[in-house]
């Protein structure tokens, strides 16, 4: 167990505290903007709702998806909005290039030669899941009570669902803006390593102390991407820069207003749709 960071959920309250405090200065870089906090504030809400915060989610009716090039990904076929792509397309060609004539160390396992190990989530999908995992447990929990008539059916019923809707949400809105929800439904995020998001000690020793570890964060704001200051592998485009508009304007999406909406749709529309059905 490492003596500063957090590497397993089963320490006290109080050591997860102090060793994510530690971990949180070690990985301030100032000089770098585009490190960012996605965990703090409306940045944890990124890619997820509109500038008034009403919830929002990818709908590529008009602006599509495209696959990352079999070669650099990792596993299976994986995909993000179009830009994203020719974003993260120089970046990496960036780093081969750097790799080869020896500006940066041509053997760290993740910042060398970048591969993609997550991108876009469907949210439709991810709700529905979580949602039919909700009702299963509901039933289960029912299935185990006793009652004489409808009416104590309903009482138990509705003391379940007011308990549960506390920390589970219901709606499609109410799990977009939800922590069950990853910023990967968005279709700006990309993930170049297969970690545990929990493992604060990999984060220091795989990332940040990198010899190549300024050398990503300075290649990304180039590029226009943002890097998740608690996930150092996770890649967020940066629609409000002018580095990712000088992208996404190849898909006459000139403008950050644009991108917002011709690529996303409300999420209560969806839900109401589907609520007859549930």
């Given at each position: 167990?490492?003596?500063?960071?957090?590497?397993?959920?089963d320490?006290?309250s109080?050591?997860?505290f102090?060793?994510?405090?530690?971990?949180?200065f070690?990985?301030?870089n100032?000089?770098y903007?585009?490190l960012?906090d996605f965990?703090f504030?409306e940045?944890?809400?990124y890619?997820?709702?509109?500038?008034?915060?009403?919830?929002m989610y990818?709908?590529?009716?008009f602006?599509?998806?495209?696959?990352?090039?079999?070669?650099n990904?990792?596993?299976t076929?994986?995909s993000?909005?179009n830009?994203?792509?020719?974003?993260f397309e120089?970046?990496?060609?960036?780093?081969?290039k750097?790799?080869?004539?020896?500006?940066?160390?041509?053997?760290?396992?993740?910042?060398?030669?970048?591969?993609?190990?997550?991108?876009?989530?469907?949210p439709?999908?991810?709700h529905n899941s979580?949602?039919?995992?909700?009702?299963n447990?509901?039933?289960?929990?029912?299935?185990q009570m006793?009652y004489?008539?409808?009416?104590?059916?309903?009482?138990?019923?509705?003391?379940?669902?007011?308990?549960?809707t506390?920390l589970?949400p219901?709606?499609?809105?109410g799990?977009?803006k939800?922590?069950f929800?990853?910023?990967?439904v968005?279709?700006l995020?990309?993930?170049i390593?297969?970690?545990?998001?929990f493992?604060d000690?990999?984060?220091?020793?795989e990332?940040?102390?990198s010899?190549?570890?300024?050398?990503?964060l300075?290649?990304?704001?180039?590029?226009?991407?943002?890097?998740?200051?608690?996930?150092?592998w996770?890649?967020?485009?940066?629609?409000?820069?002018?580095?990712?508009?000088?992208?996404s304007?190849a898909?006459?999406?000139?403008?950050?207003?644009?991108?917002?909406?011709?690529?996303?749709?409300?999420?209560?529309l969806?839900?109401?749709k589907k609520?007859?059905?549930?």
């Amino acid at each position: 167990m490492s003596k500063f960071y957090v590497e397993t959920e089963d320490e006290t309250s109080l050591t997860l505290f102090e060793k994510r405090n530690i971990y949180d200065f070690q990985s301030v870089n100032e000089e770098y903007k585009n490190l960012v906090d996605f965990n703090f504030g409306e940045k944890f809400l990124y890619g997820r709702v509109k500038r008034n915060f009403i919830p929002m989610y990818f709908n590529n009716n008009f602006v599509q998806l495209k696959s990352f090039a079999p070669t650099n990904v990792q596993n299976t076929p994986l995909s993000a909005i179009n830009f994203v792509v020719d974003m993260f397309e120089r970046l990496r060609t960036q780093f081969l290039k750097c790799s080869a004539i020896g500006t940066i160390s041509p053997d760290d396992p993740f910042l060398s030669s970048l591969k993609i190990f997550k991108a876009y989530q469907n949210p439709v999908d991810l709700h529905n899941s979580f949602l039919q995992t909700y009702l299963n447990s509901l039933a289960s929990q029912l299935k185990q009570m006793k009652y004489k008539n409808l009416q104590e059916f309903m009482i138990k019923l509705e003391a379940l669902l007011r308990d549960g809707t506390k920390l589970y949400p219901i709606t499609f809105s109410g799990f977009v803006k939800s922590r069950f929800c990853p910023i990967t439904v968005s279709g700006l995020a990309i993930e170049i390593a297969d970690a545990e998001y929990f493992n604060d000690n990999r984060k220091i020793e795989e990332f940040i102390n990198s010899p190549n570890w300024e050398f990503y964060l300075n290649a990304c704001r180039t590029y226009g991407f943002m890097v998740d200051k608690l996930v150092p592998w996770r890649l967020v485009a940066d629609i409000g820069s002018s580095q990712c508009l000088e992208y996404s304007k190849a898909y006459n999406l000139d403008t950050t207003d644009s991108i917002l909406s011709l690529g996303y749709e409300r999420t209560d529309l969806v839900f109401f749709k589907k609520l007859k059905f549930i």
